[in-house]
């Protein structure tokens, strides 16, 4: 009986020490992408070079992740937990609308600044890589959701409404706040007063006759 338990404990000790290294080895592979994707962008990023990056052959990256789609899955899930989505829920607190909207870009722009890197080369990968692209629909997605639930409150008239829904989703585009806050070195605090006069300007030519 002590034999057998015996045996037993070792193949569980066994296992547990597989289990891990594999683990490890999954770790360093999701780690070395996520390097590489932010280095050179999603499109560039060849099964070659993380295996390299991870210091293990190519046929192990294949093992771990099959195909693109469970690398990518397994890439923001692991990118989400160091870098969480921006939550806007307390902005929509806000009672005035062009302060609703002032808190959402201040939000937004805190993510950007802390992933710019990243986010700079998904977007650019988007354009012609289709994994990226499905990879950024939920980006896409609360741009226009936040600009939906935003323009209506701003502008009462339906008629009017285009001119500001161009103008907040402009406001609240990566692309815009990079122009402003990296190229052009300004604080978040100044991007978001510079962008929420865009929109109040916006506001005022819709009131034109």
Known sequence: MGVAQNERSRRR??????????????RRIVEATLALHEELGPESTTWSAIARRAGVPRMTVYRHFPDEE????????????EHPPPDIGAAFAEINP????????????????????????????????????????????LIEMVTVFLVPALVADPARQHVVAATVRHTLAFATWQSLAIDGRLSDEEVTDLLG??????MSLTGRV
């Open 13 to 26: 000790y066994r296992q547990g020490l597989r289990a891990a290294a594999s683990a490890a080895t999954r």
């Open 197 to 202: 006069g865009l929109v109040e300007a916006a």
């Open 70 to 81: 469970t690398l990518f899955a397994a890439c923001s899930g692991a990118y989400a937990v």
């Open 98 to 141: 062009i302060e609703r909207l002032r808190a959402v870009m201040a939000t937004l722009f805190v993510y950007y600044r802390a992933t710019e890197p990243m986010t700079a080369q998904l977007l650019r990968s988007a354009e012609t890589h289709a994994p990226t692209r499905e990879r950024m629909r939920p980006y896409r997605d």
